[in-house]
Nanobody
Framework: QVQLVESGGGLVQAGGSLRLSCAAS????????VGWFRQAPGKERAFVAT????????AYADSVKERFSISRDNAKNTVYLQMNSLKPEDTAVYYC?????????????????????WGQGIQVTVSS
């Protein structure tokens, strides 16, 4: 079992930056792909970014490319989401999720069903 805790959210003005952290405890987190998703009020949970177990593979939603960057520090069991040039439409609850398949080979999943373990979510609000 893996427990995930997000931190770093909050209120920021448009154009600002935030860095979200996803800290893990439990079974070897470092062997799992990890994704970030977000859910705005009245909308479905949407893919934001994902990173492979080694950190060498990443993928991003088109809406955040060139603005967001995902990274991980396996020694600290932590995955980060650096969010720059934030827009009001980035306002949502952000969730991190761990896939649960050790040392995955191949394309990284970009749908919620592709992830087994989830954090509780953290609010990000971008004011205009």
């Amino acid at each position: 079992q893996v427990q995930l805790v997000e931190s770093g959210g909050g209120l920021v003005q448009a154009g600002g930056s935030l860095r979200l952290s996803c800290a893990a405890s439990g079974r070897p987190f470092s062997s799992y792909s990890v994704g970030w998703f977000r859910q705005a009020p009245g909308k479905e949970r949407a893919f934001v970014a994902t990173i492979g177990w080694s950190g060498s593979s990443t993928a991003y939603a088109d809406s955040v490319k060139e603005r967001f960057s995902i990274s991980r520090d396996n020694a600290k069991n932590t995955v980060y989401l650096q969010m720059n040039s934030l827009k009001p439409e980035d306002t949502a609850v952000y969730y991190c999720a761990a896939e649960g398949i050790p040392y995955r080979v191949g394309p990284l999943p970009q749908i919620p069903n592709g992830y087994r373990f989830w954090g509780q979510g953290i609010q990000v609000t971008v004011s205009s």
